[in-house]
């Protein structure tokens, strides 16, 4: 259930990320290219169906999606991975759901919630760079889940060991994409060596 993907263009991206002298531009648009290059991968078992359709020179039969995508960002930093992926599934739906971690207690708190009404018969990515506790992706995969969501897919940049338990022991049926796996958590919940807040770093807030 455990994807790490490795690249070197990916590899060679996250670097440039993780680099605090990175300003906000560089850090989103690189974002953007890396989940631009996960989506091949994570979009490998999507599935396909027959089509007859007319050519320049004549008829054939080959094949089309035949899911609807639904991106799930977790706000706020989920968003910097949208258009990447959008990119390159153009015709994939956006949903949003707003989790915030109380930094005392870890835990997650939901604040906002608006989803396609495709979101039952889909193939649902949702989207954070950062798997650190696992708790707020753990919580909105529960409540896509609720609202009916069938197929998902948690598709985050770095992610940590904790976090990786986290979904495996809460949602088993849940498949993990990740471009780095980093060694833990420090006192203060953050991903060593990570990147840093990413949604700070995306908008330019502290």
């Known amino acids: 259930m455990l994807h790490l993907?490795?690249?070197?263009l990916i590899t060679h991206k996250i670097t440039q990320i993780r680099k605090s002298e990175t300003g906000t531009k560089d850090f989103?648009?690189?974002?953007?290219?890396i989940a631009g290059?996960?989506?091949?991968e994570i979009s490998r078992d999507l599935p396909l169906k027959e089509v007859t359709i007319q050519t320049p020179i004549t008829t054939c039969t080959t094949s089309e999606l035949a899911t609807y995508v639904v991106l799930v960002p977790i706000l706020r930093a989920g968003l910097g991975m949208v258009d990447g992926i959008c990119n390159l599934i153009p015709t994939a739906k956006v949903g949003h759901v707003g989790m915030y971690r109380d930094h005392e207690t870890l835990e997650?708190?939901?604040?906002?919630?608006?989803?396609p009404p495709c979101i039952t018969e889909a193939v649902v990515m949702v989207l954070d760079p950062m798997l650190a506790t696992g708790g707020s992706a753990s919580a909105t995969i529960k409540y896509l889940k609720e609202q009916g969501a069938m197929q998902i897919k948690l598709v985050c940049i770095v992610g940590a060991p904790e976090g990786v338990h986290r979904i495996e022991r809460d949602h088993p049926d849940v498949d993990i994409y990740l471009s780095a796996m980093d060694t833990h958590l420090n006192e203060f919940g953050y991903i060593v060596p990570g990147l840093g807040d990413a949604g700070d770093r995306l908008f330019g807030t502290k």
């Open 37 to 40: 290059l996960m989506a091949y």
């Open 28 to 33: 989103r648009e690189t974002l953007e290219e």
């Open 5 to 8: 993907l490795k690249h070197p």
């Open 108 to 115: 997650p708190r939901e604040y906002y919630a608006k989803l």
